[in-house]
């Protein structure tokens, strides 16, 4: 498929046809890597990292019931052993 590069603002720009927007499922706003390889660009979509609300999850959490809770575990019991050269209690 062959598509031309244009000016947009400063800048140079190439669009993408809809059809390798969909193929690739990319969406608006989303970041891609754009690979040089010699003579030759690859555009790779980059997968987007969740970003949640606290009040989102504070919904689903009450949605789901004090039965769904995860079982509490007392940390502070827990001795961890000091690795060798770090300074012990007391010096």
């Known amino acids: 498929m062959r598509v031309q590069i244009a000016k947009w603002g400063n800048s140079t720009a190439l669009r993408l046809p809809k059809a390798i927007v969909d193929e690739l499922g990319l969406k608006l706003g989303q970041e891609v890597e754009l690979v040089v390889e010699g003579q030759e660009a690859r555009l790779r979509p980059l997968k987007a990292i969740p970003c949640y609300r ?38």
Not at 61 to 78: C, H, I, Q, T, Y
């Open 54 to 91: 606290i009040e989102d999850l504070v919904a689903e959490m009450k949605r789901l019931g004090r039965d769904n809770e995860p079982a509490f575990e007392d940390w502070s019991a827990v001795e961890a052993p000091w690795p060798d050269g770090a300074p012990k209690e007391g010096k």
